[in-house]
């Protein structure tokens, strides 16, 4: 059971160039969400999905956009890379309900 | 004032002792996660719980809904479980989302 993952590892790229964060699970989890973390602070919700074609804005959406096609599958796409959007990144997925949290590994991302 | 709040933010202890690390949080929730991060690793799930005190090995979490508290407790502290703790509150509205602590960064010395 691989459980949640999430690619690249790490990235560098230059202000302005786009690209996606893949994140994937197979635990048959309707919610998954992307969150970054960031020094001296808690982690901060990007974006949520509660089911296959349906998403949502979390707490700092601007400059990421997201799509939930099947419920395996929920890549994080930016749109055009800003040094602030340095961060890592984490997805998790859970399953309905007041269930344990599964996460991935985490993308180091540096935008020069 | 942070929804979830977590104290210490740093605590270096020696190898044996009983570690204390508090979460206060102030939002209406369904339940609590505890979490661990190994520097450079991922986050794992320690614990959920939504009343009372949940026990794994020397790990030990409680919590007061009344007070809108909880604490996780390390036994007999070894330096592998040196890594950030996280407590995220898994709220009733909001679409069920997760609201997270700063963080503890605890240390165990040898």
């Known amino acids: 059971n691989a459980g949640v993952t999430q690619t690249p590892k790490f990235q560098v790229l230059k202000t302005g160039q786009s690209m996606t964060l893949q994140c994937a699970q197979d635990m048959n989890h309707e919610y998954m969400s992307w969150y970054r973390q960031d020094p001296g602070m808690g982690l901060r919700l990007i974006h949520y999905s509660v089911g296959a074609g349906i998403t949502d804005q979390g707490e700092v959406p601007n400059g990421y956009n997201v799509s939930r096609s099947t419920t395996e599958d929920f890549p994080l796409r930016l749109l055009s890379a800003a040094p602030s959007q340095t961060s890592v990144y984490f997805c998790a997925s859970r399953a309905e309900g007041y269930t344990e949290a599964f996460f991935g590994q985490g993308t180091r991302l540096t935008v020069v | 004032k942070n929804e979830v709040e977590q104290s210490p933010q740093n605590l270096t202890a020696q190898e044996g002792e009983f570690i204390t690390i508090n979460c206060s949080y102030s939002v209406g929730i369904s339940a609590l996660h505890w979490l661990q991060q190994h520097p450079g690793g991922g986050i794992v799930s320690l614990f959920m719980l939504s009343s009372g005190k949940k026990k794994h090995g020397r790990l030990i979490a409680t919590i007061n809904i009344q007070e809108k508290h909880s604490s996780l407790h390390i036994t007999a502290s070894h330096p592998r479980d040196s890594a950030v703790y996280i407590c995220?509150?898994?709220?009733?509205?909001?679409?069920?989302?997760?609201?997270f602590g700063e963080g503890t960064q605890l240390t165990v010395n040898p």
């Open positions: 995220a509150a898994l709220r009733k509205t909001s679409g069920s989302r997760l609201t």
